[in-house]
């Protein structure tokens, strides 16, 4: 079992729609959550990140973490084609003070 | 405005060869990262420094080397190259280790023949 899992996608959505990015992680203890989107050829830039249970807002972003379920998201609203990209989560996992990333999920935002 | 700034942004290397990556931060961040990148695989950490002086282990570490020169830099050096090292490699450093989000330079692509 990997230590951060996403959906690969693709994930397609209209412009103006909400798109809702997925990840699951496996080791409880980890604290501290991130999302980074990444262009094609190009390196992760940090969106937001989330320590606490419940929702964090920041402009169009909002991250949601359920430490009970393990989960955290990522929702996207009026997508723009600009948010075409892969969305990838991280989490610091406690157990060994590692950072660990999932394979990222490819969001495409059609005109 | 530089960030972190890794050298060199492509290499090509015969299987065997030896390489330095360079990685320089000028945010005054105390920890820093190398991670590689391959299809399929996601961003995987090599090695860490939490702290100037200090290195540890990530999850992939076999067949590296790395050295916290100073606060601003972290080198990762490959002894003898291997296919299997062809890869995409990021640095990264954070104010500091755990909480804080880390900052990506632009990457050496590196090919292993």
């Known amino acids: 079992q990997k230590e951060v899992e996403q959906n690969s996608g693709p994930l397609s959505v209209p412009e103006g729609a909400i798109a809702s990015l997925n990840c699951t992680y496996s080791?409880?203890?980890?604290?501290?959550f991130f999302w980074y989107r990444q262009y094609s050829g190009k390196s992760p830039e940090l969106i937001m990140f989330?320590?606490?249970?419940g929702d964090k807002e920041d402009g169009r972003f909002t991250a949601q973490l359920n430490k009970a379920s393990q989960y955290v998201s990522l929702l996207i609203r009026d997508s723009q084609p600009s948010d075409s990209a892969t969305y990838l989560c991280?989490?610091?996992?406690?157990?060994?003070?590692?950072?660990?990333f999932g394979t990222g999920t490819s969001l495409t935002v059609i005109p | 405005n530089a960030g972190v700034t890794q050298t060199p942004k492509f290499q090509v290397l015969k299987t065997g060869q030896s390489m330095t990556l360079q990685c320089a931060q000028d945010?005054?961040?105390?920890?820093m990262y190398w991670y590689r990148q391959d299809p399929g695989m996601g961003l995987r950490l090599i090695y860490y420094?939490?702290?100037?002086?200090?290195?540890d282990k990530g999850e992939v570490p076999n067949g590296y080397n790395v050295s916290r020169l100073n606060k601003r830099e972290f080198s990762l050096r490959l002894e003898s190259a291997a296919p299997s090292q062809t890869s995409v490699y990021f640095c990264?450093?954070?104010?500091?280790?755990?909480?804080?989000?880390?900052?990506f330079g632009d990457g050496t692509r590196l090919s292993i023949l």
């Open positions: 990264a450093s954070s104010a500091y280790f755990g909480d804080q989000p880390q900052h």
């Open positions: 991280a989490v610091h996992s406690n157990t060994g003070n590692q950072f660990y």
């Open positions: 080791d409880r203890g980890s604290q501290s």
């Open positions: 945010m005054n961040h105390n920890s």
């Open positions: 989330i320590y606490s249970n």
């Open positions: 420094s939490a702290s100037e002086g200090t290195t």
